[in-house]
């Protein structure tokens, strides 16, 4: 009954178009003083424990990188870079894209971010050399969801605070379905390039691709940096999201020098908004997720499903379609910091891998990050194309289709998810 009373409450305030932080907050509030005995003392114990995390320092200092990357030429040579090497395949520019999307995700950590630092630059290349928009489009807003899945990911830390998941272990795991799924996303450009007879570029020397890589190098170096720091034990995912920072900001400034010293503040003030606005979502979950313990929901759902017989599969069915049609409503990050705390409990109870789970919530987030009404690289994209959002939902649909395939293939695989750290002896 309680859960009915929290759901209702939490839903009406998101309809009356309330951000969903501080619906949350509204939800716990209201519930405290109403509805349970609860000591404030120990909840404000809580809300301290729950945030005097050491993983939530890497969101503020992944954004900060991103938005340096952003800002400054990365993307760029890294299109020219992908350009070089499979502009000459049918959909050239397309799949140009969907390397440079991925490239850039391992970089950047961000979605959004990754749809306007490659489709800003790209999309009008790819109009000006004869591409329909609609076809552009399609590639740039669902490659851009590689943000979320190839590491380093600002979903995966939002996932470890949630749960108590090794980064880590995340970030590994996300390296092959990430690959993977930008195998998916290429082969769907390439057939459809090849149906159509879209123009294909002409093929570049090996002398043009080691010029362009020599130019993109510094950037695609801090995948090594970060990857290769967690791999080899350097430095936590932490520790390497302040690197990947300052690295960021040594190649825009000093070494790109495409943005100046006097533009850096203006940087620093949009990652702190940015920032704050997470760590806002997050202090309300964290108190969300303590109703949630504390009345025993998810508790009592497992046991539920455990009575009822319903098995691994079933329960991983119901997270897809749950976590899908809350795509429609709210953001990656909302949805992982609400549904995380309910489903994980259920999910390690049925058996299921910490780890494996976490890849299934991050590839849902991917899908409804593409398709209305709150697809956020559909309005990204919707900004660069200047399409509408239902223009843009007809151009994404083949790419879509194949993602929900993929999604398919993650969940009932664990081992495409676990390989690559069990390899690595993270897990």
């Given at each position: ?6 759901f ?7 309809l009356t ?33 729950g ?6 320092m ?6 900060l ?6 800002h ?53 290349a ?30 995966m ?7 108590n ?13 990430g690959?993977?799924?930008a ?10 390039a090849?149906k159509?007879?879209?123009p294909?570029q ?6 043009e691709?080691w ?5 993109s ?22 520790e ?21 010293l ?13 920032s ?28 539920w499903m ?33 549904f ?38 559909l ?21 879509l289709?194949?993602m929900?395939?993929?999604l398919?293939?993650?969940?009932y695989?664990p081992?495409l998810?676990?390989?690559f ?7």
């Amino acid at each position: 009954m309680n859960a009915l009373v929290i759901f209702s409450l939490l839903a009406v305030l998101m309809l009356t178009g309330m951000p969903i932080s501080i619906s949350l907050g509204l939800t716990v509030l209201t519930f405290l003083f109403t509805l349970t005995q609860v000591p404030l003392e120990s909840v404000a114990l809580k809300l301290f424990t729950g945030i005097e995390k050491f993983e939530i320092m890497a969101i503020p200092f992944f954004i900060l990188a991103g938005n340096f990357l952003t800002h400054g030429g990365v993307a760029k040579r890294m299109i020219n870079f992908a350009a070089s090497m499979v502009g000459h395949w049918y959909g050239g520019l397309g799949l140009a894209g969907v390397l440079a999307c991925a490239l850039f995700a391992a970089v950047s950590g961000s979605s959004p971010a990754t749809v306007v630092a490659i489709g800003s630059i790209l999309l009008p290349a790819m109009v000006k050399a004869g591409f329909p928009n609609k076809f552009g489009a399609g590639v740039i807003a669902t490659s851009g969801a590689l943000g979320i899945l190839i590491p380093p990911s600002i979903v995966m830390v939002m996932y470890s605070v949630a749960t108590n998941t090794s980064v880590g272990a995340l970030f590994m795991a996300g390296v092959v379905p990430g690959l993977a799924l930008a195998g998916v996303l290429g082969g769907v450009t390439w057939y459809r390039a090849k149906k159509f007879n879209y123009p294909r570029q002409p093929k570049a020397t090996w002398g043009e691709r080691w010029t362009s890589f020599r130019a993109s190098v510094w950037g695609l170096l801090l995948i090594v940096v970060v990857m290769g720091g967690i791999y080899t034990g350097i430095f936590t995912p932490t520790e390497a999201a302040a690197m990947s920072a300052v690295y960021a900001f040594i190649c825009a400034v000093f070494i790109y020098k495409d943005l100046s010293l006097k533009d850096v503040p203006r940087v620093l003030l949009n990652s702190a908004n940015m920032s704050a606005m997470l760590l806002y979502i997050i202090t309300n979950a964290v108190l969300f997720s303590f109703i949630m313990t504390n009345e025993n929901i998810p508790q009592s759902l497992a046991d539920w499903m455990m009575g009822n017989g319903l098995g691994v599969i079933t329960f991983l069915l119901m997270c897809n379609v749950l976590l899908l049609l809350a795509g429609n409503f709210m953001e990656p990050s909302s949805i992982v910091l609400i549904f995380a705390p309910i489903l994980f409990p259920v999910a390690v109870a049925l058996g299921i891998h910490p780890v494996h789970f976490g890849i299934i919530m991050v590839v849902n987030m991917e899908v409804g990050m593409c398709h209305p009404p709150v697809g956020l690289n559909l309005y990204v994209a919707s900004g660069i194309t200047k399409m509408g959002i239902t223009e843009l939902t007809v151009a994404v649909w083949p790419w879509l289709l194949s993602m929900l395939c993929f999604l398919g293939v993650v969940t009932y695989w664990p081992d495409l998810s676990l390989w690559f750290p069990r390899q690595l002896g993270m897990i």
